[in-house]
């Protein structure tokens, strides 16, 4: 299993500039959460998603918009980039968010917005 | 979950040593608590889970403890390694149990 995979790795927006982070998962998970992590902080919850089609707000969905149309898939979309949306971009995901059921995070975007 | 916090932000130790990472918890209904293990420029990655209705839980070389009394969880790595540097993040689930609060983490520099 690849696990979790997430593309780009890396990528500069211009300020206004839209762009869609993909998020991938083979493990037939239900659960799929975006977090994105400042420099030296901990992880804060963007959007999760508790099964195809089915998405939920998390700690900081403003100037964000996801989608789940299948299992799989979980993209995040920027629609108009702010420098304060630099950040790390991390996707995970799990079978159920229950007791014992770890979530695997992808490698991470890193986003820069100038 | 309210607030999930950490005393030290970095905790320098030497190979060999014994690590304490310590989290301080608000929410006593809190069921169980997780820590994560975040290497430089990778995803965080679960390191060991503890249900509140155990004090302790060990795994390889790891070992969780809660106190519920205080509302504190600490993250013992025994004869600590150089792979063992990382940041380590506490969590716990949030109410509904489909997403966690991560703490801020710890930064553990473990020097051969």
């Known amino acids: 299993n690849a696990g979790v995979t997430q593309t780009p790795k890396f990528r500069i927006l211009k300020i206004g500039q839209s762009m869609t982070l993909q998020c991938t998962q083979d493990?037939?998970?239900?659960?799929m959460y975006w977090y994105r992590q400042d420099p030296g902080m901990g992880l804060k919850l963007i959007y999760y998603?508790?099964?195809?089609?089915?998405?939920d707000k998390g700690e900081v969905p403003n100037g964000y918009n996801v989608s789940r149309s299948t299992t799989e898939d979980f993209p995040l979309r920027l629609e108009l980039a702010a420098p304060s949306q630099t950040s790390v971009y991390f996707c995970?995901?799990?079978?159920?968010?229950?007791?014992?059921?770890?979530?695997?995070f992808g490698p991470g975007t890193r986003l820069t917005v100038t | 979950g309210e607030n999930v916090g950490l005393h030290l932000p970095t905790l320098s130790v030497q190979e060999g040593d014994n690590s304490i990472i310590n989290c301080a918890y608000s929410?006593?209904?809190?069921?169980?608590f997780i820590w994560y293990k975040q290497e430089s420029g990778k995803g965080p990655q679960f390191i060991i889970d503890?249900?509140?209705?155990?004090d302790k839980r060990q795994g390889q070389r790891v070992t969780v403890l809660l106190n519920k009394t205080v509302k504190h969880l600490s993250l013992q790595i025994a004869a600590t390694q150089p792979g063992d540097s990382a940041v380590y993040f506490c969590?716990?689930?949030?109410?509904?149990?489909?997403?966690?609060?991560f703490g801020k983490g710890t930064m553990l520099l473990v020097s051969p």
């Open positions: 503890i249900r509140s209705n155990m």
């Open positions: 995970a995901s799990s079978y159920a968010g229950e007791w014992g059921d770890e979530q695997y």
């Open positions: 969590a716990e689930p949030n109410s509904g149990y489909s997403t966690l609060t």
């Open positions: 929410n006593s209904a809190s069921d169980y």
């Open positions: 998603s508790v099964g195809a089609g089915i998405t």
């Open positions: 493990m037939n998970h239900n659960y």
